[in-house]
């Protein structure tokens, strides 16, 4: 027989942290950080923090806690770093120098976990794209990451140039190919959506892991993937629903998180079409994470800056089976069950008919923009 088992990877996280953040909220950081390295199957031997004005322009960290990381990776046959914020291209080549090994900073990592959530041939050439873009002004061992389909010695180009000159051609032409086959699929998803006028539509959004797609199966009573894992969904899912014979199109998109690359916005702006599109946004909140205030901010950074700040929106407050006592829960001073929030839990389904009322009331709303002349079912 042959070992096809694959031999575990361990990894060492690194935050720098300013004055003036606490220590909670730096191990808070760090927690999300191993979260999104575990998604990788890499498992944390140890984590790293150091207070400065600001990253060291060289290292990211100082000297001295750049040599401490130093001896625990060799000593420990470490293979991968992951630092909590993108490196430069100078700072990530000086420190794989300094490390020998694999270095992530956030954007790669999370560019990586995309790339093996990404199932749809859209998704996929959307993930592609936008790591070229990431790493095109990157390149040092890290290119070894992607497949480098070269002939011989022929395809190097004329006398003396150098491998990585070669390496930014390849790219850059990877980025043209990519970008005209996302124009292709964009255009036929634009046709799609197109195709759907006359109908409302509504987007679950939310930070990753606040369980949208579990409420995305609950409403629409399909069968969508749904796991206690960070970017359970990468792909853009859509489902027609109907309640009480009111149609509408439900649809599920990726997660936001904190310090989402800008290339993957970007890279991802045909899938969050959907987001721009909808009538109505249920904001789906992980009401039992500490820093949900924090998560929501993100949430709404990211929908202002995709140009959908504006569209009407329901905060539907997730996981409060797991809050102790909910009547002390008051966030933003949102009552329970209000028109633009609701209290609810996709695991014990607490509040899901409320939570389906609410839409309908909603959706009837924006039904009759489109259909003035709609007649409620009693009245047909």
Do not use: C
Request: proline share 2%.
């Amino acid at each position: 027989m042959i070992e096809t088992k694959k031999d575990q990877e361990y990894g060492v996280l690194v935050a720098v942290a300013t004055k003036f953040q606490s220590d909670e909220k730096t191990q808070e950081y760090l927690d999300e950080l191993e979260f999104l390295v575990q998604t990788l199957d890499i498992k944390v031997e140890k984590s790293y923090s150091q207070k400065l004005e600001h990253p060291d322009t060289r290292s990211y960290v100082g000297k001295g806690k750049l040599e401490e990381i130093k001896e625990f990776v060799k000593a420990k046959e470490i293979g991968n770093v992951i630092f909590d914020d993108d490196l430069t291209p100078s700072q990530l080549r000086n420190l794989e120098k300094e490390f020998k090994v694999k270095v992530y900073d956030r954007s790669l990592l999370i560019l990586d976990i995309f790339l093996k959530r990404a199932k749809t041939n859209q998704a996929k050439t959307q993930v592609e794209l936008a790591r070229y873009q990431y790493l095109l002004p990157r390149l040092t061992r890290m290119w070894t990451h992607l497949e480098r389909q070269r002939g011989g010695t022929a395809t190097r180009g004329g006398a003396g140039e150098k491998e990585i000159e070669t390496d930014r051609r390849n790219i850059r032409t990877q980025i043209n190919v990519l970008r005209k086959k996302l124009d292709k699929i964009e255009t036929q998803a634009a046709t799609r959506r197109k195709s759907r006028d006359g109908i409302v539509r509504v987007a679950l959004v939310g930070y990753t892991n606040a369980g949208k797609s579990s409420l995305m199966r609950l409403i629409s009573k399909e069968k969508v993937y749904a796991k206690d894992e960070l970017f359970a969904t990468v792909d853009s899912t859509v489902r027609k629903v109907v309640i009480n014979q009111l149609p509408f199109l439900l649809s599920d998109t990726v997660g936001f998180i904190r310090k989402l690359p800008h290339n993957l916005i970007e890279s991802f702006k045909s899938t969050l079409e959907e987001v721009k599109e909808a009538d109505i946004l249920l904001h789906v909140i992980d009401a039992s994470n500490p820093s949900y205030e924090d998560h929501v901010a993100v949430v709404e950074s990211t929908l202002e800056e995709i140009g959908a700040a504006d569209i009407k929106m329901i905060k539907v407050y997730n996981k409060v089976d797991k809050i102790e006592d909910l009547s002390e829960f008051h966030p933003s001073g949102h009552k329970a069950n209000s028109n633009d929030s609701i209290f609810v839990s996709a695991k014990t389904k607490y509040h899901l008919q409320e939570l389906r009322d609410l839409l309908e009331n909603q959706v009837k709303k924006e039904h009759l923009k489109i259909y003035p002349n709609y007649l409620e079912p009693e009245q047909y």
